[in-house]
Structures are given as structure tokens and as C-alpha cells.
């Protein structure tokens, strides 16, 4: 037992019940990746709604295993769930961006990568609001402090959401409190990823780990090389954090 986030975790369930009230809304709808953010986040809303909230798995050229982890988090918390594959969409549109894109100059693999891996977390933003909208339901988002901190999100992909409950936690938190809600042991277990490319991992590619990023946070000292990158990372992604400018007349 851990009294602390036990109080936290009761708080944030709490927190999310009068968020849906205050909105006339009925519910909460969350995307289901396999990993640990949204897993926290999956047992949070199926607590705060049981009968009124939903899981939405939606693979995109996904690993097996991402479906397979999605699925046994749904299940291990109860929640309603459903599978929606968006794979051949995301190619269809894929392809036609990248062939009018070549028809207008030469465009780099790099750009394009990024392209079509942010595609991957609109198109899933997408389909969570079309449900929420359908069902009169909160969309809920599942950033954790250092991702916020970072701007490690795809804008208006990921990152668009009506309710962020565990942005306030360090991400070593949030491994504290997937084992208080009995997220299975194989989420738990994996590592951090976005999943918008073969062998994608966070901490590669932000050059930079979650615990260091959590140190940070906390007000601890880390070295310089680590800080600059955070640091760097945040400057960068402070549009994202904003709503957009508006020019003054
Ligand atoms: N100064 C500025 N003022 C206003 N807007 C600005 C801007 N600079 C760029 N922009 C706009 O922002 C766009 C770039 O932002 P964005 O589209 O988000 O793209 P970007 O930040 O380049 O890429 C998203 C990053 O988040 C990572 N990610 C995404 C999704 C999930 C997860 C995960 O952890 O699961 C991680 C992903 O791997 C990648 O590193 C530009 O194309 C431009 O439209
Ligand atoms: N295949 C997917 N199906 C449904 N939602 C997804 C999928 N992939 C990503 N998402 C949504 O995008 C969010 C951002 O992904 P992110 O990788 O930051 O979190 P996570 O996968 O839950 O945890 P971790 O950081 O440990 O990988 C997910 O929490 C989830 O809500
Ligand atoms: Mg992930």
C-alpha cells in the first residue's frame, strides 16, 4: 500500500468526475497504446465511469504486440473496449501527400518520417473525437509531466485533448501508480515508446532519459549536456503549450 499516491490517485478519480459534470458531459474516452501512460489513464476513467468510458486501440502499421498489450490493459481494467485499424488510410493518404509534395520540389526521408508519424497520432486524435462527440464524452489525454515539460507530443495529435489527469506526474510516478491500479506486469516492463516508427524509443530519441528528465523537474542538479537538451526541447515546443498567436491591431 502506498498512502500517498493512493490519495492522489482517489483525488484525480474525483477530479475527473466533476470535470464530466461541469461539461454536461456523459463519459471519458482515452486511446490505448500498450504502454504505461495510457494504461494509468485507462484505469483512471474506467474508476471514475465504470458503466461510461471506452478504450479506443487504434494500430497504424502497429507492432503485433502493441494490440496484444493494448488489449490486456483493457482487460485487466475492466474498461470497454474497441479495435479500429487506420493502417491503410494513413498509407492512402501517405502517399498522396508525398506525391503531390515531389511534384513541388525534392523533400528529405527525414521530414517525411516525421510526417508520416505525426499523421499516425492525428489520425488517432481524430477517431477519439468522432466517438467523443458521438457518445457526449471527455476526451482524455494521457501526458505525463516530463512529455509536458518537453513538448514531446504531436501537436493537435496526442496532444490534443479536453483533460490532461496525469500531467502533474513525473514519470516515475506514473510507474508508481501503475502498480497501485494492477497494470500488468508486461506494460510495465516496456519501454517508453511512441510507436510512430520501427524501434522508436523515447529516451533515444530525445537524446536524453526520463530519469534524468524527472531529476529535473524535481529541482534536482543534473549535468550540463542533459539540462541543455531539456531545456532546449522546452524552448522549441512553447507553441505547443499555447494557444495559437493573434496579431494586436
Ligand atoms: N514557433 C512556432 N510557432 C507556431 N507553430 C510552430 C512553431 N514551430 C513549429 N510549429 C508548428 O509545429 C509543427 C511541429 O510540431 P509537431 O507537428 O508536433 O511535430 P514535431 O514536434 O516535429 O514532432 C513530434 C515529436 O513528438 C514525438 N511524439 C509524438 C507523438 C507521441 C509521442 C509519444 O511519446 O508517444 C511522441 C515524436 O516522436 C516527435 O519527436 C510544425 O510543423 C509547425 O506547424
Ligand atoms: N496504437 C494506439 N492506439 C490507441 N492510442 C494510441 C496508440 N498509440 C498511441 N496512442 C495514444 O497516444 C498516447 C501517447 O503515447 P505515449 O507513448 O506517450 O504513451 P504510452 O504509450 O501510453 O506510454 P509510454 O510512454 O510508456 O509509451 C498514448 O498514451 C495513447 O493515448
Ligand atoms: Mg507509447
Do not use: C
Not at 484525480?12 to 456523459?26: F, M, P
Not at 511534384?103 to 467523443?132: C, Q, W
Not at 457526449?136 to 501526458?143: F, M, P, Q
Not at 513525473?170 to 491500479?181: C, F, G, P, R, T
Amino acid at each position: 500500500m502506498d498512502q500517498f499516491n493512493d490519495i492522489r490517485i482517489a483525488k484525480t478519480i474525483e477530479w475527473l468526475k466533476d470535470q464530466v459534470n461541469g461539461a454536461g458531459a456523459k463519459g471519458l474516452v482515452v486511446g490505448i497504446s500498450g504502454g504505461i501512460d495510457s494504461a494509468v489513464v485507462a484505469n483512471l476513467i474506467k474508476r471514475a465511469h465504470p458503466n461510461n468510458s471506452i478504450g479506443l486501440i487504434l494500430p497504424i502499421s502497429s507492432q503485433q504486440k502493441d494490440v496484444v498489450d493494448g488489449t490486456a490493459v483493457a482487460e485487466a481494467a475492466s474498461l470497454q473496449y474497441q479495435i479500429i485499424d487506420f493502417s491503410e488510410i494513413h498509407r492512402t493518404m501517405i502517399n498522396k501527400v508525398t506525391h503531390v509534395l515531389q511534384e513541388t520540389g525534392p523533400i528529405t526521408t527525414h521530414f517525411l518520417k516525421i510526417s508520416d508519424a505525426n499523421l499516425r497520432a492525428r489520425l488517432r486524435m481524430s477517431t477519439i473525437y468522432a466517438v467523443a462527440n458521438a457518445m457526449n464524452y471527455l476526451v482524455v489525454g494521457t501526458d505525463n509531466a516530463a512529455e509536458v515539460y518537453t513538448g514531446y507530443f504531436t501537436k493537435y495529435g496526442d496532444g490534443g485533448v479536453d483533460l490532461l489527469p496525469i500531467a502533474g506526474l513525473l514519470k516515475s510516478e506514473v510507474y508508481h501508480w501503475a502498480e497501485e491500479l494492477g497494470v500488468p506486469k508486461q506494460i510495465i516492463e516496456r519501454a517508453p515508446s511512441a510507436g510512430l516508427w520501427e524501434g522508436q524509443t523515447d529516451e533515444d530519441e530525445m537524446g536524453v532519459t526520463y530519469e534524468m528528465i524527472d531529476q529535473f523537474l524535481a529541482g534536482k542538479v543534473i549535468p550540463e549536456k542533459e539540462k541543455m537538451i531539456i531545456q532546449s526541447m522546452h524552448d522549441k515546443t512553447r507553441h505547443k503549450r499555447q494557444m495559437p498567436p493573434i496579431p494586436e491591431w
